[in-house]
């Protein structure tokens, strides 16, 4: 391969396309981010993260080496034409209905078939369910009356990118990649060699799709299994933690998963649905996931039953710690303490919140503003509620200071066993 093929537009800088356009450009590649979000775009010309895992520094480096830059697609559609690469990281929610949205999918079809070129290889990232590159994107391309594999080339490769995670840097996770074509996988692995330590070609784009649902199919499954038995560890009087973290001594057959207020985040409550939905094409169903997805969906109501209990008169001063979906992250897609909030206020209670990464937030059409977490504010609430473990939080502050505390996530157990090593 030629050395001007070393770059590539990037269209959607969110949580995956910002570190993935960022990890390209630190190998050496140009890089252009497309994103329609003019917050976005104004931050990073000027320099600023809104992704914990993106730096400012890296960043001012890439933009300083000309290796980075940020604009909107018709800023950079001429660019586009330009780039043998380009891949597709939109976001793919949930309609209404529980339905795939593919809009954002689509949209970015139909702008990358109006400037398809000869020779460019067009490669789709976004969770989405088995068949939408062959169902749906394909036949956008194909309108420009260009052939697959021929005129032009198209792949799937899943993100598998787990923010805040510092024990795997992008470089080093598996990248499983896929072509609509061989000569297209061709193509595709050629790109992801570049920075992937280990990418791992499947038979087609199916298989890659179906890949990144089955992760999270599993993760749906195995968390909501040990919420639910946690649940029924409190009834039987049993130590739910150490009854895990015995069975985690087995070195074989045995994965822990931890318990929680819910699961949140884009892919784990969102992936089986869209498997769901592809099955219900064929008048099939999972009912592994119907059943996960209930026990996940019903973990807030757990939740503030257990914080009404915890209450003298089921009803006070509630300061819940934690919004985001997970630690050191600043997401706040399908978080269950969202769900948690506005339970608490519908039952009456007064609630105040604490999280590092979001100073405001909205509830039923009111703004919350964060707490400072001091001494007062902890007193003040008859209960604390631990939702999320940022790990930038004086957990034994907490502990020492609060009248009750909720602890959904097992912080202070894990904080005495330190304290007692």
């Known amino acids: 391969m030629a050395e001007d093929k070393k770059s590539v537009v990037v269209i959607g800088l969110g949580y995956v396309g910002l570190p993935l356009a960022t990890h390209f450009a630190k190998y050496g590649f140009s890089v252009i981010g497309l994103d329609k979000d003019p917050n976005k775009i104004e931050s990073l010309k000027e320099n600023k993260s809104y992704i914990p895992d993106v730096s400012d520094q890296e960043l001012v480096e890439l933009y300083n080496n000309g290796l980075f830059r940020a604009l909107f697609p018709e800023d950079g559609k001429e660019l586009l034409k330009s780039t043998p690469f380009v891949i597709v990281t939109v976001p793919t929610p949930l309609g209404d209905n529980n339905e795939p949205d593919l809009s954002f999918i689509i949209s970015s079809s139909n702008f990358i078939r109006d400037n398809l070129q000869q020779g460019q290889t067009i490669i789709y990232e976004s969770s989405t369910y088995p068949g939408t590159l062959e169902e749906v994107i394909l036949p956008i ?10 005129d032009f080339y198209l792949g ?9 995670n510092t024990n795997f840097t992008l470089a080093s996770i598996p990248k499983v990649v896929s072509g609509q074509t061989d000569e297209c996988l061709k193509q595709v692995l050629w790109l992801y060699e570049q920075t992937f330590d280990k990418p791992v070609p499947v038979s087609s784009p199916k298989v890659a799709e179906m890949c990144k649902l089955f992760e999270n199919i599993q993760r749906l499954v195995n968390i909501s299994l040990v919420n639910e038995v946690f649940l029924l560890c409190k009834k039987l009087n049993i130590d739910f933690y150490q009854s895990l973290q015995a069975a985690a001594t087995k070195p074989f057959g045995f994965t822990p998963y931890w318990p929680g207020p819910g699961i949140g985040g884009h892919c784990i409550p969102v992936d089986p649905i869209y498997f769901q939905w592809k099955l219900n094409q064929y008048g099939m169903r999972s009912r592994m996931i119907e059943v996960a997805e209930e026990i996940n969906n019903q973990m807030p109501q757990e939740v503030v039953n257990q914080i009404k209990e915890s209450l003298p008169n089921k009803i006070g001063k509630v300061l819940l710690i934690g ?99």
């Open 141 to 150: 391309l194909e309108q420009t009356g260009k052939k697959v594999g021929k």
């Open 156 to 164: 799937y490769s899943p993100e598998r990118i787990d923010p805040s």
């Open 323 to 421: 919004m985001a979906y997970k630690k050191d992250v600043n997401d706040l897609r399908e978080s269950p303490s969202l769900d948690i909030f506005e339970l608490l206020v519908e039952e009456g209670m007064e609630v105040s919140y604490y999280d590092p990464y979001f100073p405001k937030i909205t509830i039923k059409n009111q703004e919350f503003v964060s707490v400072e977490l001091s001494t007062y504010d902890i007193q003040k609430a008859d209960t604390v509620v631990i939702l999320t473990d940022h790990s930038t939080i004086n957990w034994k502050q907490i502990k020492n200071e609060a009248k009750r505390i909720v602890d959904t996530r097992g912080v202070l157990r894990f904080e005495n066993e330190e304290d007692s090593q």
